[in-house]
């Protein structure tokens, strides 16, 4: 009796299981289909030289991928364009590019903890140094007007 | 025999340096007048000799010495005369000797001006000069001689000068650069003389100003020039690439734009005097920090720069003392330095007070992407890399607040203003918003908001410029000429941004493979590739494409000869583009790598409106030149009335009559 009931149990949850499977898989399937994007030719070159632009030679100095001539440099161009006819994103090209050659390829920061204060820095200076020149000010008026009270 | 003479002046002139940091200081302190009035001759001794030292520099270059290691290693038999000229300040020695003998002229000019009333106060900042300028004598003396010999085995022919510097643009860029450098040690010692004398009046601002704004002069052009060479000798088809070399020498340009408006307030309003005498210590250490950036080689750069590890250290050690010493003194002192507050809050010296900190922060925001790939991998976090994205990313909306102050300023009338004024003020920004939507409406993906940002900005300077000057028209001619210089200026400024806006979002590009008789439109025109043929200049050989471009119309328009070039001295390759270019548009060929036996992999651009980047830049130039002058004339006049009372009396007499 119990054994039974173990195994329809069993049954019930391999099945369960199967089903979440097949469903994630179809869910996952459905959503690289319509990841893939019929870019027209115009777009993939405006689309790849920008990628190219915004990811840095990983063989020359301080060069961007559009503007280095190292061979390495025309080959990932090369796999960029690749990529996009296949109907790749943008964001997915460069995790791809990111993932392969390390962060530094990046020439503009993924946001994280360590580069918080790149991003959030300029903004809080700026309200700092506003703030801080407001109470200057106004510290500085309170003493005038202070002296000039004395004066009189 | 000259090497060594020039070795001795720059010892001379090192000693006599040492002695006028102390002398002026001690005669004054001492109130000892006797002694003071040695400061002409120390300066002009010191100067004499510097200027003595570097001519022998160039002399050597000229007779082709290679027996001294830097004209060896810099020229050789076949270099043009004028590129061994440039050579003297092409390389590390020679340009920190330049950077020194143009400290000691500026001073002593200053000096033996009698513009300056205030004697004890030119005499403080000589002292400064000639400290800084002991430092560098004694930092070049021990660590980069530049007559430092190559005897006995010297190389009869010489080796030669960095290729990619030969070029008209390092006649230019270089020097000016570091004119603009040696203007700011010029304020950064004049900022101290006030700290020392512990005043610092409207009479010094007028003083400091045409010295600032010569230096930004400077500095605006070292930026012009260094971004017209690297668009047209490296071959990328760039202008502005956020190279840490780039931001070195942009970091203290946006720092003195925020101390020539700050100097303004200073001298015309007596407010914000301790805000400008930290702008003018801030320049000045960015600008050394900048130095030590490019010649340490501690970032990695395109345009490095005769980057050697020790330098780094003596740098960063002439940094430290400087910085250290003048921000002690600014501590201790900066509290007598009594400054006027008395506006309210919509007044133009809000706007300019808040113009000048988002000037400041835009500065500290690119020094920090500049620096963060540096501290990064010092504290162990990995490695990353902060490029043009980022910069674009924070700059561009700083600048377009700038902008938005920088129009409405001008209209703001001084200490206060009525809230009346900003309906006016609105009703310019909505039309500017409005000219924005209708520009970024234009471009290929629909409404793009850097395009809105950039031709929003623009046509808000231009409208605020207009509706000022329509305006001012009632109060005469005089009016708007003595606002000449700054609507000039602000003028520039529009025109760059347009420049800069439709090269950055209008352009179109192509990349791609091309041998002889193959074709390609490009935005109208149409390039054809006739021939490749090979040219033999005398310091390089090269393979020239020769492209043949039409205009939509099929009418022939010229040729385009972009060319690889291969030095002769030392194999070297770089790539010079072929330009074609007016007013509205440039057109851009590269040609890159060899990819089959005939084919190249060719770059073509169309630049709209590219050239408007640096007429911008110029104008620019022309506004803070005649602020200057008109300036230094102002100082004039003032000294002639304040010496001749008789004259001047006797003129609103003869008026009167």
């Given at each position: 009796m119990s054994q039974s009931y173990t195994s329809t149990l069993i049954r019930l949850l391999v099945s369960f299981a199967l089903l979440l499977c097949l469903s994630l898989f179809l869910q996952a399937s459905a959503q690289a289909a319509s990841d893939k994007i019929h870019y027209t030719p115009e777009q993939i070159r405006d689309l790849g030289f920008e990628i190219a632009h915004e990811l840095r030679c990983p063989m020359s100095v301080n060069q961007n991928l559009f503007d280095s001539g190292a061979p390495i440099a025309s080959e990932l161009k090369g796999q960029i364009f690749l990529m996009l006819e296949q109907g790749e994103s943008k964001a997915h090209i460069i995790d791809f590019l990111v993932q392969r050659y390390g962060e530094k390829i990046r020439y503009q920061p993924s946001f994280s903890g360590a580069t918080a204060i790149l991003w959030f820095g300029p903004v809080f200076l700026l309200i700092g140094i506003i703030g801080f020149a407001a109470l200057l000010i106004r510290e500085q008026r309170k003493t005038a007007t202070t002296k000039a009270n004395n004066h009189e | 025999m000259i090497p060594e003479l020039g070795l001795i002046f720059l010892i001379i002139s090192t000693v006599t340096a040492v002695l006028l940091s102390f002398i002026p200081l001690y005669a004054a302190y001492a109130k000892n007048h006797y002694l003071f009035s040695y400061v002409k001759t120390l300066t002009a001794l010191m100067t004499v000799t510097i200027t003595a030292s570097i001519l022998c520099l160039l002399i050597s270059f000229l007779v082709n010495d290679f027996s001294v290691a830097y004209v060896a290693n810099h020229s050789?038999?076949?270099?043009?005369t004028l590129y061994k000229v440039a050579a003297v300040w092409g390389s590390h020695e020679g340009s920190m000797l330049f950077w020194v003998v143009a400290i000691a002229i500026w001073g002593c000019m200053i000096v033996f001006s009698s513009r300056y009333q205030d004697q004890l106060y030119v005499g403080r900042m000589i002292a400064i000069l000639a400290f800084v300028i002991a430092g560098f004598n004694l930092f070049m003396l021990f660590t980069s001689n530049p007559f430092a010999r190559l005897l006995p085995?010297?190389?009869?022919e010489g080796r030669d000068l960095n290729p990619i510097l030969q070029d008209i643009g390092l006649i230019f860029h270089p020097p000016m650069l570091f004119l603009g450098y040696v203007g700011l040690t010029v304020t950064f010692a004049a900022a101290i003389a006030a700290l020392i004398g512990g005043k610092f009046t409207q009479q010094h601002a007028s003083y400091l100003r045409p010295w600032v704004l010569m230096a930004w002069v400077f500095l605006t052009g070292g930026n012009a020039f260094g971004s017209w060479w690297a668009y047209n000798e490296?071959?990328?088809?760039?202008?502005?690439?956020?190279d840490p070399v780039e931001n070195a020498s942009f970091i203290p340009w946006l720092v003195a734009t925020a101390l020539l408006h700050s100097v303004v307030l200073s001298q015309h309003?007596?407010?914000?005097k301790v805000t400008t005498l930290l702008l003018c210590l801030l320049a000045f250490s960015l600008s050394l920090l900048g130095t030590f950036l490019v010649r340490s080689g501690i970032v990695q750069s395109v345009h490095a720069f005769a980057s050697d590890p020790t330098r780094g250290m003596s740098i960063l050690t002439l940094l430290g003392v400087f910085v250290c010493g003048a921000l002690t003194l600014f501590a201790l002192k900066a509290n007598l330095i009594k400054s006027q507050s008395e506006f309210k809050l919509l007044s133009r010296d809000t706007l300019m007070l808040l113009g000048n900190i988002v000037l400041v922060v835009a500065s500290i925001s690119v020094l920090l992407g500049t620096f963060y790939p540096l501290l990064f991998e010092l504290l162990n976090l990995g490695t990353l890399s902060v490029g043009a994205p980022y910069f674009n990313s924070i700059f561009v909306p700083l600048t377009f607040v700038a902008v938005l102050i920088m129009g409405a300023a001008p209209l703001i009338k001084w200490q206060q203003d009525s809230s009346n004024r900003l309906y006016p003020l609105a009703a310019l920004f909505a039309a500017a918003a409005v000219i924005g939507v209708l520009v970024a409406l234009q471009t290929r993906g629909g409404f793009n908001p850097w395009v809105w940002i950039g031709a929003t900005s623009a046509s808000w300077i231009l409208l605020t410029l207009a509706y000022l000057v329509f305006s001012l028209?009632?109060?005469?001619k005089k009016v708007i000429a003595k606002k000449c210089a700054m609507l000039i200026a602000h003028f520039g400024v529009a025109i760059s941004i347009i420049g800069a806006t439709a090269v950055s979002n209008f352009e179109t590009q192509e990349l791609l493979r091309m041998g002889p008789g193959q074709g390609k439109v490009v935005a109208g025109y149409t390039f054809v590739y006739e021939a490749t043929v090979d040219v033999d200049a005398k310091s390089y050989t090269a393979i020239q494409s020769n492209i043949h471009v039409s205009d939509s119309d099929e009418n022939f328009i010229g040729y385009i000869t972009p060319q690889r070039q291969t030095f002769k001295t030392n194999a070297m390759e770089v790539s010079k583009a072929g330009i074609m270019r007016n007013l509205v548009r440039d057109l851009y060929v590269s040609s890159g790598q060899q990819?089959?036996?005939?084919?190249y992999l060719v770059r073509i651009s169309h630049k709209p409106l590219a050239c408007w980047i640096w007429i911008g830049g110029l104008m620019m130039m022309l506004g803070g030149f005649i602020a200057a002058m008109s300036g230094l004339y102002n100082l004039r006049r003032q000294q002639l009335t304040a010496t001749k009372p008789l004259t001047a009396t006797q003129l609103t007499v003869e008026e009167l009559a």
């Open positions: - | 050789n038999t076949q270099l043009a085995n010297f190389p009869i490296l071959g990328w088809g760039g202008w502005w690439f956020w309003r007596s407010s914000f028209r009632s109060q005469g990819l089959s036996d005939t084919e």
